[in-house]
């Protein structure tokens, strides 16, 4: 009887968790949605960027008893792969929501009509955030054209 008590509480913590979860994603899906500012945008990159190269030298520096000219020979380095990596992200983000935006021109012939505005005006919101989000990867000459 105490085993079944036991489970049924940690089932309840699991279903509270799990519903405090949607809930916050249903309630914080407005902030996510928000567009950042440009300015904002690169300034949340350069601290990202930093913010790893910080914890990637104090790991090497444990791990391999780095010396300090060492961390500063090596912080270069890092800061540069992490600035690579969220252009590789971001460039990433943006071929995903250009094939959302395929996705809806080739489901488009598969809507009744009275769907199809509503997808019109979906693309469109789409169409807009990436103009927002991704305008200094829009001609980006390394990535295809958008056709936005």
């Known amino acids: 009887m105490n085993r079944t008590l036991q489970r049924g509480k940690v089932a309840l913590a699991l279903l509270v968790i799990f519903a405090s979860g949607i809930a916050v994603g249903w309630y914080g899906r407005d902030a996510r949605k928000a567009p950042l500012e440009p300015a904002a945008l690169a300034n949340n990159t350069a601290d990202a960027a930093r913010h790893w190269t910080d914890r990637a030298i104090i ?9 300090a000219g060492q961390e500063q020979e090596i ?9 690579k990596m969220d252009l590789d992200r971001e460039r990433a983000l943006f071929q995903l929501h250009l094939q959302v935006l395929r996705v809806h021109d080739e489901m488009r012939h598969l ?10 005006r979906m693309r469109a919101r789409l169409q807009q955030d990436i103009k927002l989000r ?15």
């Open 134 to 148: 991704f305008a200094p990867l829009l001609n980006d000459p390394a990535l295809p054209p958008p056709g936005l």
């Open 111 to 120: 809507l009744r009509p009275d769907q199809v505005p509503a997808l019109e």
């Open 75 to 83: 912080r270069p380095l890092l800061h540069e792969a992490s600035r």
């Open 59 to 67: 790991t090497l520096s444990q791990e391999l008893q780095l010396t």
